[in-house]
T-cell receptor
Framework: EAQVTQNPRYLITVTGKKLTVTCSQN?????MSWYRQDPGLGLRQIYY???????DKGDVPEGYKVSRKEKRNFPLILESPSPNQTSLYFC????????????FGPGTRLTVL | QQQVKQSPQSLIVQKGGISIINCAYE??????FPWYQQFPGKGPALLIA?????SEKKEGRFTISFNKSAKQFSLHIMDSQPGDSATYFC????????????FGTGTKLQVIP
């Protein structure tokens, strides 16, 4: 089944404790992105990647890091989480051609205390 | 700064009625306009999309109307059903290289029996 998977789905952590949210896709897509979803703000792009070892900042990159060492994986790293990073996070992949349809993962709800 | 403005924030429609969600954009480089549908606990999924050289696109009960001169587009859901209750996001994409997606803030639709 073609899908984007994220882990964990739920995470409660404390300020300053480094964490990683994993994302994997099995559709051989070139492009992958991370978004955060907050009430009243919609989906805002954090980082995106056009291919292996090629990443760039989205609209809200502060406090986040990413890496793309393999085509299928695109982890999101919060090296020192803060309460304002409490949010719902989505990973998405796209073939990058044609319609540019984004395929979203199920989301990770993160709470930083 | 929100490049795609979406309204209303929430909408209640009776079963069988027409649901209308509006979006406006500023960046004339946008050339692809998808709508995403999100059910609670799920990631967004592509519903319907349009290119600016077309003024209207219909798929079943869902229609996009596009006004290029006004830089506005809207989603119409005909014969709205309780199963349509979800959050809807408009989006805009500027192609050429990476297809960066800018989302609206979302509309929570509730269809009541």
């Amino acid at each position: 089944e073609a899908q984007v998977t994220q882990n964990p789905r739920y995470l409660i952590t404390v300020t300053g404790k480094k964490l990683t949210v994993t994302c994997s896709q099995n559709m051989n897509h070139e492009y992958m992105s991370w978004y955060r979803q907050d009430p009243g703000l919609g989906l805002r792009q954090i980082y995106y990647s056009m291919n292996v070892e090629v990443t760039d900042k989205g609209d809200v990159p502060e406090g986040y890091k990413v890496s793309r060492k393999e085509k299928r994986n695109f982890p999101l790293i919060l090296e020192s989480p803060s309460p304002n990073q409490t949010s719902l996070y989505f990973c998405a992949s796209s073939p990058g051609t044609g319609t540019g349809e984004q395929f979203f993962g199920p989301g990770t709800r993160l709470t930083v205390l | 700064q929100q490049q795609v403005k979406q309204s209303p924030q929430s909408l209640i429609v009776q079963k069988g009625g027409i649901s209308i969600i509006n979006c406006a954009y500023e960046n004339t480089a946008f050339d692809y306009f998808p709508w995403y549908q999100q059910f609670p606990g799920k990631g967004p999924a592509l519903l319907i999309a349009i290119r600016p050289d077309v003024s209207e696109k219909k798929e079943g009960r869902f229609t996009i109307s596009f006004n290029k001169s006004a830089k506005q587009f809207s989603l119409h859901i005909m014969d709205s059903q309780p199963g349509d209750s979800a959050t809807y996001f408009c989006a805009a994409i500027s192609s050429g290289g990476y297809q960066k997606v800018t989302f609206g803030t979302g509309t929570k639709l509730q269809v009541i029996p």
